[in-house]
């Protein structure tokens, strides 16, 4: 069932400006990395911090009497009753305050969001492109994994068929309930073969072996262990896992809580991190997750029990005393020298493959700690943190923990213009919100359709390929055909639905002659829409889309769907701002200016051929301006956090290739879905032949500030 809108006049002044011509499936790397402004209004010139060779984000400080009294006056309000937190007096007071001053502008300085003290302006970027390394190892070592399983069950399945008879089967089941027993009976056995159970599963966790991939090829951010505010991490940011602030450099231990600088640091490394004259060890980060039954979490003031005496297996409980030493020790330091420490929460998610997801919430300071007997009756140490003030408000409290944005129904959503634009079509109902406009108005009249529409004068391949001969879902990437034609491999691991393990030139995917099921995990990109999705109003870019769910890397999010046209049939005078060029084989050969991703795909011989015959020339393409799906609202970023995909299924003509959307990052939930259009800038020009510009308000830290 298809609906038709009736078309009503757009009351946003902002949209009725120049549309660009085409939209491309790759960003032309000519223009990359250019950045323009469009009449900029004038600002407040505001003095950039400057950054340290390890990173460390550090500001130009004056220090006066006024201020240091005041900070005084604070520290000793602050101080505890608690015999082991009284300090020196004298000079080394004085010299706590200066320091006390310090650190606080340095936290004043990550408090606004956007104008984090970044002197490095692609710190944004740095962080973005080492998440997406991080999960491209991530998603290969899934893959190789995925692949030692399946050799492991055709082998079984051999060994089975193999057998000389039942009894042996017997005997060797009898064998292992010997070992059991055995094992259950001597206590040192049982020790020793959890231990080399448990380095068997560390050496099947896809997470570390990222980790050291990335340190074995100096991949990893920041090496040096940053104090304060850090480079491109804003308060609100999410990671998947604890793997991801490893690489990054946010917090340097995937399982420890707290991240500290040990004694041992070298006297260059106390020196490039200004750190000369403090006493060590010095905490950096924490983790709240839960493991500690003592934590007491409200949420601007939290009492954090130090690390050790836990019992590792996961049930929360102590079982030994615990000693003021390493992390522990560096929490004390800190609160005695002032020293702010990053907070990092951690909340259940079904979507991360720990099952959390760990949010940043700012900066803390220790102002109070103690040892008492917990409740399992061991001594445990506490540290009060305080959140600094003035920083960007928590999101944890909001978003993740009470989902408190994020509606449970669609009678729950503010701003509800229609309850599902698909009208049915999609397994999940696509809704609609429009909280800008006043009287709020549904996006103008076009029909809203599942499957691509084909014009008359087009002429799709009937004959689909022979495909593989693979049973139920495909598992053996060394015999099956189309594993064969994505580079020996199958292009999507089984994780989350799917996700895509890397970008490539093009990806071929089981098609109607293959002997798999629709459950095969080659088929992934077939099985429609899989996450809860919105399509909304925006303030200066018309309409867009987001999820409610978070999003894993890798994932498909939909196909660009329309009519598929020839470019020698479009209107040049027509609005074609929903035209999407099918370039797949331009962006394969990396033809003007195209950033090539032709990677490992092996191609067929006859499309080999196509491609040396390929010119710049693109003859097909889709326009979703009449009819379409989702997909012709996704807007435009300059940072975007999904990328263009050409796969073929049902054919192996190029040029008539599916046009995916798939996940570049982990998308956490109400973040705006969004792709590089790739428009050459000052490609555009008007009747007269002039060239036309149009302001780009994507809001991205690297924004070219024009769409073309």
């Not at 445990?380 to 003030?389: A, G, H, Q, S």
């Amino acid at each position: 069932m298809v609906v038709l809108y009736e078309v009503q006049p757009d009351s946003r002044s902002d949209i009725d400006t120049e549309l660009p011509i085409r939209r491309t499936s790759a960003r032309l790397k000519t223009v990359g990395a250019k950045k323009y402004t469009v009449s900029p209004s004038p600002t407040k010139k505001r003095k950039a911090p400057i950054s340290s060779k390890s990173g460390r984000v550090e500001k130009i400080r004056t220090i006066n009497t006024d201020r240091l009294e005041e900070c005084a006056g604070a520290e000793n309000s602050a101080a505890g009753s608690d015999p082991s937190e009284k300090s020196d007096t004298g000079r080394v007071e004085k010299k706590q305050r200066i320091r006390k001053v310090q650190f606080k502008e340095d936290a004043e300085v990550a408090t606004h969001g956007s104008e984090a003290a970044v002197a490095d302006s692609t710190a944004y970027t740095k962080v973005i492109e080492t998440l997406r390394t991080f999960n491209k190892h991530y998603l290969h070592f899934i893959q190789e994994e995925e692949n030692r399983c399946a050799r492991q069950k055709s082998e079984e399945k051999k060994n089975v068929k193999n057998s000389k008879s039942k009894e042996e089967e017997n005997r060797c089941a009898r064998q292992k309930s010997k070992e059991k027993k055995s094992v259950k009976k001597d206590s040192k056995s049982k020790k020793k073969d959890k231990s080399e159970d448990c380095a068997k599963k560390a050496s099947k966790r896809p997470d570390l072996k990222a980790i050291t991939e990335m340190m074995n090829t100096g991949a990893i951010l920041y090496t040096e262990k940053i104090i304060g505010a850090f480079p491109g991490i804003d308060v609100g940011h999410q990671f998947f896992s604890r793997a991801e602030m490893v690489v990054v450099g946010f917090h340097n231990h995937w399982l420890n809580g707290i991240d500290y600088i040990g004694k041992t640091a070298s006297a260059g490394r106390k020196t490039s991190m200004n750190l000369t004259g403090y006493n060590l060890p010095l905490a950096i980060s924490i983790v709240l997750s839960g493991q500690y039954e003592d934590d007491v979490d409200n949420c601007e003031d939290v009492v954090y029990t130090g690390q050790g005496g836990n019992d590792l297996l996961g049930n929360k409980r102590q079982i030994s005393d615990q000693v003021l030493k390493r992390g522990n020790l560096g929490l004390k330091n800190c609160m005695e020298q002032s020293v702010p420490i990053r907070v990092v929460r951690g909340h259940k998610c079904e979507n991360s493959y720990v099952k959390k997801v760990y949010t940043y919430d700012g900066l803390y300071t220790v102002v109070k700690y103690w040892a008492e007997k917990g409740v399992s009756g061991f001594t445990v140490y506490k540290f009060r943190l305080k959140r600094v003030e003035g920083q960007p408000s928590m999101t944890t409290k909001e978003v993740c923990f009470t989902r408190g944005r994020i509606p449970k129904s669609i009678s729950e959503i503010r701003g509800m213009v229609c309850e599902d634009i698909t009208r049915g079509l999609e397994s999940i109902p696509i809704p609609v919100t429009n909280l800008v406009d006043d009287p709020p108005i549904m996006p103008p009249g076009f029909i809203y359709i599942k499957d691509m529409k084909i014009s008359k004068n087009i002429s799709v391949p009937e004959i689909a390929p022979s495909g593989c001969k693979c049973k139920g879902t495909c598992t053996d990437h060394t015999s099956c055909a189309c594993a064969k034609l994505n580079g020996g491999d199958f292009p999507y691991v089984h994780r989350e639905g799917g996700r895509l393990v890397a970008a490539k030139g093009v990806v071929f995917e089981c098609g109607p002659n293959c002997g798999c099921g629709p459950k095969c995990v080659n088929r992934t990109s077939q099985s429609g829409p899989r996450f809860r999705l919105e399509i909304f109003r925006t303030p200066k870019k018309g309409w867009g889309v987001r999820s409610w769910d978070y999003i894993p890397s890798g994932s498909p999010i939909c196909e660009y769907i329309g009519l598929l046209r020839k470019t020698d049939d479009l209107d040049p005078a027509a609005d074609n701002s929903y035209v999407f060029d099918i370039d797949c084989l331009q962006t394969m050969k990396g033809m003007d200016g195209r950033e090539s991703r032709l990677r490992d795909v092996s191609l067929p011989s006859y499309l080999q051929k196509v491609g040396e015959d390929a010119t710049e020339s693109v003859p097909f393409c889709i326009d979703a301006g009449k009819t379409g799906n989702f997909a012709r609202f996704i807007n435009h970023s300059c940072q975007p956090n999904l990328f263009v995909q050409c796969m073929l299924n049902e054919h192996h003509d190029i040029s008539l290739a599916r046009i995916m959307l798939i996940a570049a990052d982990n998308i956490p939930p109400l973040k705006e879905l969004t792709y590089d259009y790739g428009y050459a800038l000052d490609s555009v020009m008007d009747a007269e032949g002039n060239v036309k510009q149009m302001a780009c308000y994507c809001g991205a830290e690297e924004c070219r500030k024009r769409l073309y």
